[in-house]
């Protein structure tokens, strides 16, 4: 009988509210029936074909076709959760589990998915019950120990993502989160081996190579975090990685910049004296765009450490070294906006121009 | 009209314990799609109807052979018909929220809620036998189950339960939501169940389940099977057993 649509129909009044979740069971209106479709849905899935529910003011309907190519609640979990339907995918674990309390996919999933709910307690207990049925289940001890990490135990965390490189050495994910759960706990020599093995095994994974470049800027590597932290914002351009990566690598430039001269730069000192000097017979509105000029332009990144006058503003005559747009926008920001962290230090050279100009800050 | 070997061993074991030969016919208009008249009052045997066209023949004669068989295997003095006093009956239209109809169609009603009380509870205990030992007929029987599930469903539809009252269509309901959970179970399919937990059934299927799980299945206890179901679907009283007889 496969593929065979068949309707079943009753009436809404007959619908019994207290199957639904006990806050879902006062709604009313469109919200009380996509509440009922939402959970009849969920109870068809897994019965070996497709079930639409629609419900109208007066009737539920079920329309049920069969299909030989029905996969496991388990895995229809899983894609809904991999397709970003994280409450339909939760709910048709949660079924999953129902039916067999045993089903290492559904456990593993449903894990998962609740450690990133921020419901780890109950994750905790679903990914303790996995280990124990199925300890060999791939990444099930890496689950396990992001879901204690995410408890705040971090020692029980890295004994479990050790426990999971012990069952599978090549794991990437055991790899990269005893990495990161080391680093955390201060271990940066042993968490720098695991986090170079991660990148080796996941080379387009953004945040493997954002806890590389972390761990060798803490390290004192900079050169390496440099490259690590560049990588991060090829793969995740724009993204929240990115931030952190751009974050890392004004850190690095910050260093850098101070290694160079000690305390005060003599160059950023003119640089800002110039910017006041400018700056002061300007009206408010033209500060304003030169600055955000220079913001836009520092958004793809300017290059701090190198001496050639390679810029050039709509805004302002000359051609510019990086550093000396920096101190600019700098200054700009102190006029337009001084909440504005533009992520580069240079308020001793700022203050110290402010000084000779006989301005206050 | 050749019956398969195993239905006719059923037919000599109702002939050897009853001392009646059994007939096997057609009838175009039965309502069921099949029927089982014992032998009374001067018939010369026992009559088995189906409707004619159905590919399953040889699952619906044989249960109702069953129902003969499970009657007969018990002794003379144990054996039962269900009967109602008028004021039984009167009491189950009352209990079935009949009251408001016209009495013949009360009447109607109530006959056919107690039958269906009959056919089903004792109906799990032919339909489990004839599963279990069987095994030739199992695509029929497989096939003739799946249509009854649809027919089920097709009597939750608003327009049919609004038809009756109440009381009536829960008790025809709880009885349909068991043999929806049992056979769900049995043949891997237990979506045949979630309209009738929709619809708030799953407490009445707990009750009528837990009896059909207590009481043993030997023809002897069917009556108590019978006994103990009725108030699940509110059918106390409306009812009781008369000694069987042939006249």
């Given at each position: 009988m496969p593929d065979t649509p068949h309707d079943i129909q009753f009436p809404l009044a007959d619908f019994d509210r207290s199957l639904l979740p006990e806050d879902q069971r006062e709604l009313l209106g469109d919200s009380y029936l996509q509440a009922i479709r939402e959970h009849l849905i969920g109870q068809f899935v897994g019965q070996g074909g497709a079930a639409e529910v629609a419900v109208t003011h007066d009737r539920v309907i079920i329309r049920w076709k069969e299909s030989d190519k029905a996969e496991s609640l388990a895995d229809q979990g899983a894609n809904h959760l991999?397709?970003?339907?994280?409450?339909?995918?939760?709910?048709?674990?949660?079924?999953?589990?129902?039916?067999?309390?045993?089903?290492?996919?559904?456990?593993?999933?449903?894990g998962m998915s609740l450690v990133e709910a921020r419901h780890v307690g109950e994750a905790l207990e679903l990914l303790e019950r996995l280990v124990a049925i199925a300890p060999d289940y791939p990444s099930a001890w890496v689950a396990l120990g992001v879901a204690q990490g995410s408890f705040g135990e971090i020692d029980v965390a890295i004994q479990s993502f050790r426990e999971g490189l012990v069952r599978h050495p090549q794991d990437p994910f055991a790899h990269k989160n005893l990495g990161a759960a080391l680093s955390q706990s201060g271990q940066l020599d042993e968490a720098r081996d695991h986090l170079k093995a991660a990148v080796v095994l996941l080379p387009s994974d953004a945040q493997a190579w954002l806890n590389l470049g972390m761990n060798l800027e803490q390290s004192g590597v900079t050169a390496e975090a440099e490259t690590a932290y560049q990588r991060v914002i090829t793969l995740d351009?724009?993204?929240?990685?990115?931030?952190?990566?751009?974050?890392g690598r004004n850190r690095i430039t910050q260093i850098k910049f101070r290694n160079a001269c000690g305390a005060l730069r003599p160059d950023v000192l003119t640089y800002c004296g110039d910017a006041i000097r400018v700056f002061e017979t300007m009206p408010q509105e033209e500060v304003q765009r030169t600055t955000l000029e220079i913001a836009m332009l520092g958004a793809k990144g300017l290059t701090v450490n190198d001496p050639s006058t390679k810029y050039q503003l709509r805004s302002l005559p000359g051609d510019f070294t990086g550093l000396h747009l920096l101190c600019i926008e700098y200054v700009g920001f102190k006029i337009i906006d001084p909440t504005v962290d533009i992520g580069f230090d240079i308020s001793a050279e700022y203050a110290e121009a402010c000084r000779l100009r006989g301005q206050p800050q | 009209m050749p019956l398969a070997p195993e239905v006719q061993q059923l037919i000599q074991q109702v002939e050897q314990l009853s001392n009646r030969p059994v007939h096997?016919?057609?009838?175009?208009?039965?309502k069921a799609r099949a029927t089982?008249?014992?032998?009374?009052?001067?018939?010369?045997?026992?009559?088995?109807?189906?409707?004619?066209?159905?590919?399953?023949?040889?699952?619906?004669?044989a249960s109702q052979l069953q129902f003969l068989i499970r009657t007969f295997t018990?002794?003379?003095?144990?054996?039962?018909?269900?009967?109602?006093?008028?004021?039984?009956r009167d009491l189950g239209i009352k209990a079935m929220g009949l009251g408001g109809f016209e009495e013949p169609l009360a009447r109607m009603m109530i006959s056919s809620i107690i039958t269906q009380l009959r056919t089903y509870s004792i109906g799990f205990r032919v339909d489990d036998w004839i599963?279990?030992?069987?095994?030739?007929?199992?695509q029929q029987q497989e096939a003739e189950i799946r249509s009854q599930l649809a027919e089920n469903e097709r009597a939750l539809k608003p327009e049919t339960r609004q038809k009756f009252p109440k009381p009536l269509v829960d008790a025809n309901s709880s009885m349909n939501a068991l043999y929806a959970t049992l056979w769900g179970e049995r043949l891997h399919e237990t979506r045949f169940v979630i309209p009738f937990v929709a619809m708030g059934y799953r407490g009445k299927v707990a009750d009528l389940r837990a009896v059909l799980d207590e009481t043993p299945d030997d023809p002897a206890c069917d009556r108590m099977l019978i006994e103990r179901w009725a108030p699940v679907v509110g059918l106390t009283?409306?009812?009781?057993?008369?000694?069987?007889?042939t006249d």
């Open positions: 991999k397709q970003g339907n994280t409450d339909k995918g939760i709910a048709t674990l949660r079924v999953a589990l129902e039916r067999d309390p045993a089903d290492a996919a559904a456990l593993f999933n449903l351009p724009g993204g929240h990685l990115a931030e952190k990566a751009e974050a | 096997v016919m057609e009838e175009t208009d039965l089982v008249t014992p032998a009374r009052r001067g018939a010369p045997g026992h009559i088995v109807r189906f409707r004619p066209g159905s590919p399953s023949l040889d699952y619906l004669v018990c002794p003379a003095a144990e054996r039962w018909d269900i009967v109602s006093t008028d004021t039984e599963w279990k030992n069987l095994p030739g007929l199992r009283g409306a009812f009781h057993f008369k000694p069987y007889t």
